[in-house]
């Protein structure tokens, strides 16, 4: 099979040099991402893909049919973009988070060698670049609550084209944003005996936070749960105010044994537990919620939060994926992401479709610049991703693929 | 004239009396194509195109035109060829294009064997598997077989034996076959270069469970890391190995197993005809294994053959290298797959009125 691939893509090497260097030279932002996704569609278009669309949340989507159209697989890479804003200040050539673009090259090359080798499939392959939409999985939602909804059940696997090294990666830890407000009257001695300067009595719960950063939980496979705290922001803070208030905003990265209402309660608690000399006030946490707007005018409010989420290495899809890469030639093995968050916190985390992540380079990639990863690399990406494609929803070629006839 | 065009994965073959030429497969447009064929033709009209096929199915039980209906005929042998026949309908799509106003002839390598007898067709599996998932012998090499077979009267009982990447033993009674050794999939039958040839099930499951193979791992092992090159651990070609006989016991026993399972293919189609007045050699690879097929036919001279010492006549398209009192003929056919074809397709242009 590898054999046959590496045939075939003798003759796609010009192409995938070409798509790249377009991808790579692409200065992307907020305001320019329809014409991005114009140049990944129309190289989907190049490499003869049966389908391809774009839904109202602005994924892109590539679908090479198969025969049967039991199973699928789908393949997820992300877009991440700056906002014009951002460019401007940051100046037109700083690299911002372009290190996603391996993956989605990687992706549409791994459908092109497919298409190419005209190796039939038994379900469909479908190639989805989804536009990261501020800190929420968004997009994803949309894909799966959209133009996926009615296949849920017949997807196989979800392959994620981030950075792995090569490697099959199982999962990694949660993200959310969530806020401590806590509520009182200055006047009548809100927080008095800690001094009315609002930054002053913000002062003990930031502490008490910081402290209880250090005594997180751990996982195996995933590493530690982490604490930050990103804003503070208050209101009210003079006498003569209605309600005097303040807000920390905090950062947390967490593991699958904390879910999101055991977090929120701990951080009540923590807070209650500083405040608890205060009869009047009123403490409240939250999940932080964040308006979102797609490129394509879709508007909504979305939670900033990603689960975490952590896939058996003995679930069949991904055993099968590895053994398929192994077999091929790679030295891949199990691993998880320690510092990024991916759409596998829908995909697995929420819905339970078996996910893996496969891709070039380091995850350090993705917030770096394009040219951390070479063509070639991205090249041996798309090989395996098309290996793994094969493997799940290829038919099947034993005996008559003998090179003896 | 008439193009022979030979496909397979790795590259196509365009072959003429007078010339042969490999991998055009990256001409991307249909004029491109029918350039490079007109080119090919020169001067000369081209009459029609000929393809030879690897696969047919249950479908093709002979030579076809291709024209609107084949294509969708052809797609549903998907599932038993899938590396080759979805790449094999899109290149005969573009002949199509290209060659709208001449006849596209194709040739199949299993349509010879769509008339073996039941009792050789079927496997001893539970019925249903058979029926439904269509498992029964295609056997291969039909195009050569079938060739030797026209070179006999009817009623006579003749052994085909086709050297070529793979080694392939025919029987033929009244020019049907009776016994093919190549059945389901080339893996069983006749040892090849890679490929293991036949073999206990049991070993499967075996290799499997012991060594933890995946079906994969066990499906390459078994078609294309065993045959010569499992045996020797040499990856070498056949020439080239039978260059090293005798010098290496690896290679002997390699060679040994070789012609004792080509011996037990003469000899079940020597059983199921009740005896044998022919056997007509063929294949691409007469030339490398010339000392194999002399002592095969040494061994089995008992039934009645008297073999002519070696060297033979090579420049003859077919002698026979028996002696005159030889009660059995042995013939060698040296004509090439592409002239086989390039006959049977005149001859049915000439059936068809074209």
Same mark, same amino acid.
């Given at each position: 099979?590898?054999?046959?691939?590496?045939?075939?893509?003798?003759?796609?090497?010009?192409?995938?040099?070409?798509?790249?260097?377009?991808?790579?030279?692409?200065?992307?932002?907020?305001?320019?991402?329809?014409?991005?996704?114009?140049?990944?569609?129309?190289?989907?278009?190049?490499?003869?893909?049966?389908?391809?669309?774009?839904?109202?949340?602005?994924?892109?989507?590539?679908?090479?049919?198969?025969?049967?159209?039991?199973?699928?697989?789908?393949?997820?890479?992300?877009?991440?973009?700056?906002?014009?804003?951002? !460019?401007?200040?940051?100046?037109? &050539?700083?690299?911002?988070? @372009?290190?996603?673009?391996?993956?989605?090259?990687?992706?549409?090359?791994?459908?092109?060698?497919?298409? #190419?080798?005209?190796?039939?499939?038994?379900?469909?392959?479908?190639?989805?670049?989804?536009?990261?939409?501020?800190?929420?999985?968004?997009?994803?939602?949309?894909?799966?609550? &959209?133009?996926?909804?009615?296949?849920?059940?017949?997807?196989?696997?979800?392959?994620?084209?981030?950075?792995?090294?090569?490697?099959?990666?199982?999962?990694?830890?949660?993200?959310?944003?969530? @806020?401590?407000?806590?509520?009182?009257?200055?006047? #009548?001695?809100?927080?008095?005996? #800690?001094?009315?300067?609002?930054?002053?009595?913000?002062?003990?719960?930031?502490?008490?936070?910081?402290?209880?950063?250090?005594?997180?939980?751990?996982?195996?496979?995933?590493?530690?749960?982490?604490?930050?705290?990103?804003?503070? $922001?208050?209101?009210?803070?003079?006498? !003569?105010?209605?309600?005097?208030?303040?807000?920390?905003?905090?950062? $947390?990265?967490?593991?699958?044994?904390?879910?999101?209402?055991?977090?929120?309660?701990?951080?009540?608690?923590?807070?209650?537990?500083?405040?608890?000399?205060?009869?009047?006030?009123?403490?409240?946490?939250?999940?932080?919620?964040?308006?979102?707007?797609?490129?394509?005018?879709?508007?909504?409010?979305?939670?900033?939060?990603?689960?975490?989420?952590?896939?058996?290495?003995?679930?069949?899809?991904?055993?099968?994926?590895?053994?398929?890469?192994?077999?091929?030639?790679?030295?891949?093995?199990?691993?998880?992401?320690?510092?990024?968050?991916? @759409?596998?916190?829908?995909?697995?985390?929420?819905?339970?479709?078996?996910?893996?992540?496969?891709?070039?380079?380091?995850?350090?990639?993705?917030?770096?610049?394009?040219?951390?990863?070479?063509?070639?690399?991205?090249?041996?990406?798309?090989?395996?991703?098309?290996?793994?494609?094969?493997?799940?929803?290829?038919?099947?070629?034993?005996?008559?693929?003998?090179?003896?006839? | 004239?008439?193009?022979?065009?030979?496909?397979?994965?790795?590259?196509?073959?365009?072959?003429?009396?007078?010339?042969?030429?490999?991998?055009?497969?990256?001409?991307?447009?249909?004029?491109?194509?029918?350039?490079?064929?007109?080119?090919?033709?020169?001067?000369?009209?081209?009459?029609?195109?000929?393809?030879?096929?690897?696969?047919?199915?249950?479908?093709?039980?002979?030579?076809?035109?291709?024209?609107?209906?084949?294509?969708?005929?052809?797609?549903?042998?998907?599932?038993?060829?899938?590396?080759?026949?979805?790449?094999?309908?899109?290149?005969?799509?573009?002949?199509?294009?290209?060659?709208?106003?001449?006849?596209?002839?194709?040739?199949?390598?299993?349509?010879?064997?769509?008339?073996?007898?039941?009792?050789?067709?079927?496997?001893?599996?539970?019925?249903?598997?058979?029926?439904?998932?269509?498992?029964?012998?295609?056997?291969?090499?039909?195009? /050569?077989?079938?060739?030797?077979?026209?070179?006999?009267?009817?009623?006579?009982?003749?052994?085909?034996?086709?050297?070529?990447?793979?080694?392939?033993?025919?029987?033929?009674?009244?020019?049907?076959?009776?016994?093919?050794?190549?059945?389901?999939?080339?893996?069983?039958?006749?040892?090849?270069?890679?490929?293991?040839?036949?073999?206990?099930?049991?070993?499967?499951?075996?290799?499997?469970?012991?060594?933890? /193979?995946?079906?994969?791992?066990?499906?390459?092992?078994?078609?294309?890391?065993?045959?010569?090159?499992?045996?020797?651990?040499?990856?070498?070609?056949?020439?080239?190995?039978?260059?090293?006989?005798?010098?290496?016991?690896?290679?002997?026993?390699?060679?040994?197993?070789?012609?004792?399972?080509?011996?037990?293919?003469?000899?079940?189609?020597?059983?199921?005809?009740?005896?044998?007045?022919?056997?007509?050699?063929?294949?691409?690879?007469?030339?490398?294994?010339?000392?194999?097929?002399?002592?095969?036919?040494?061994?089995?001279?008992?039934?009645?053959?008297?073999?002519?010492?070696?060297?033979?006549?090579?420049?003859?398209?077919?002698?026979?290298?028996?002696?005159?009192?030889?009660?059995?003929?042995?013939?060698?056919?040296?004509?090439?797959?592409?002239?086989?074809?390039?006959?049977?397709?005149?001859?049915?242009?000439?059936?068809?009125?074209?």
């Amino acid at each position: 099979m590898k054999e046959l691939l590496k045939e075939k893509a003798k003759g796609l090497k010009a192409n995938l040099n070409k798509f790249y260097k377009s991808v790579e030279n692409f200065k992307l932002n907020s305001a320019n991402i329809g014409e991005f996704t114009d140049i990944v569609a129309a190289e989907m278009k190049e490499s003869s893909f049966n389908k391809i669309t774009k839904d109202k949340a602005g994924n892109l989507i590539g679908v090479i049919e198969g025969y049967g159209n039991k199973d699928a697989v789908v393949m997820v890479s992300h877009i991440d973009m700056r906002t014009a804003n951002q !460019q401007k200040l940051e100046g037109l &050539d700083a690299n911002g988070m @372009e290190g996603f673009k391996s993956g989605i090259v990687s992706s549409v090359y791994a459908g092109a060698l497919i298409k #190419r080798t005209l190796l039939p499939l038994t379900g469909d392959l479908i190639i989805c670049c989804v536009p990261r939409v501020e800190c929420c999985d968004f997009g994803i939602q949309y894909l799966f609550d &959209d133009f996926l909804k009615s296949r849920i059940k017949k997807i196989k696997g979800v392959i994620l084209c981030e950075p792995t090294g090569f490697n099959i990666n199982l999962g990694h830890k949660g993200r959310m944003e969530y @806020e401590i407000v806590v509520k009182g009257r200055l006047n #009548r001695n809100f927080l008095e005996n #800690r001094g009315i300067n609002m930054l002053g009595t913000m002062f003990p719960l930031i502490n008490e936070l910081e402290k209880v950063s250090k005594e997180l939980p751990s996982d195996f496979n995933l590493g530690r749960s982490g604490l930050r705290i990103k804003d503070v $922001r208050y209101s009210g803070y003079q006498p !003569q105010d209605a309600v005097s208030e303040f807000r920390i905003v905090v950062d $947390r990265v967490f593991i699958p044994e904390e879910s999101e209402s055991f977090i929120l309660n701990k951080a009540k608690t923590i807070a209650k537990t500083v405040y608890k000399q205060e009869p009047d006030i009123t403490i409240n946490t939250l999940m932080a919620k964040e308006r979102v707007k797609t490129y394509t005018g879709l508007e909504s409010v979305s939670e900033k939060e990603f689960k975490p989420w952590s896939m058996e290495s003995h679930q069949p899809f991904a055993m099968e994926s590895l053994n398929t890469l192994t077999e091929n030639g790679f030295k891949s093995d199990f691993g998880y992401w320690k510092k990024i968050v991916t @759409e596998g916190s829908y995909t697995y985390g929420q819905l339970k479709i078996p996910t893996i992540g496969f891709g070039a380079g380091s995850e350090d990639a993705v917030s770096s610049g394009p040219n951390s990863l070479t063509a070639d690399k991205t090249e041996k990406a798309g090989c395996g991703q098309a290996l793994i494609v094969l493997r799940s929803i290829g038919m099947p070629t034993f005996g008559w693929s003998s090179d003896e006839i | 004239m008439i193009p022979v065009i030979d496909y397979n994965l790795k590259d196509l073959r365009i072959w003429t009396p007078s010339l042969f030429i490999k991998n055009i497969e990256e001409m991307q447009d249909d004029d491109a194509l029918r350039k490079c064929i007109l080119s090919i033709a020169g001067k000369n009209k081209v009459r029609a195109i000929a393809f030879r096929i690897l696969f047919g199915g249950d479908y093709f039980n002979k030579p076809q035109i291709i024209n609107s209906n084949f294509f969708p005929q052809f797609g549903k042998l998907t599932i038993f060829f899938p590396f080759y026949i979805p790449s094999t309908l899109d290149m005969l799509q573009r002949f199509r294009g290209a060659f709208r106003d001449i006849p596209l002839i194709v040739f199949f390598e299993t349509s010879f064997f769509l008339n073996l007898p039941d009792e050789e067709k079927y496997y001893a599996l539970p019925f249903e598997y058979n029926k439904n998932s269509k498992i029964k012998k295609f056997g291969f090499h039909g195009i /050569f077989h079938e060739a030797n077979a026209g070179m006999v009267p009817s009623g006579s009982r003749t052994i085909s034996l086709v050297f070529d990447k793979q080694t392939t033993v025919c029987a033929i009674y009244n020019k049907r076959p009776l016994s093919i050794s190549l059945g389901y999939t080339p893996l069983e039958g006749i040892m090849s270069g890679r490929a293991c040839g036949d073999l206990d099930p049991g070993i499967v499951f075996y290799l499997m469970n012991v060594h933890n /193979f995946s079906i994969y791992e066990i499906d390459e092992m078994l078609k294309n890391k065993s045959g010569f090159k499992g045996l020797t651990g040499y990856d070498i070609e056949l020439k080239d190995m039978i260059k090293m006989r005798g010098k290496d016991a690896k290679i002997d026993l390699a060679f040994n197993v070789y012609e004792s399972q080509i011996m037990k293919y003469i000899g079940e189609g020597v059983a199921a005809m009740g005896g044998v007045d022919n056997i007509i050699i063929a294949g691409s690879n007469i030339n490398i294994v010339t000392p194999i097929i002399y002592t095969l036919i040494k061994k089995i001279s008992f039934l009645g053959i008297n073999i002519i010492r070696l060297p033979w006549d090579k420049d003859k398209e077919i002698s026979n290298i028996t002696s005159e009192e030889s009660k059995i003929k042995v013939y060698i056919n040296r004509k090439s797959l592409p002239a086989i074809i390039l006959r049977e397709s005149e001859v049915f242009m000439r059936n068809k009125n074209y």
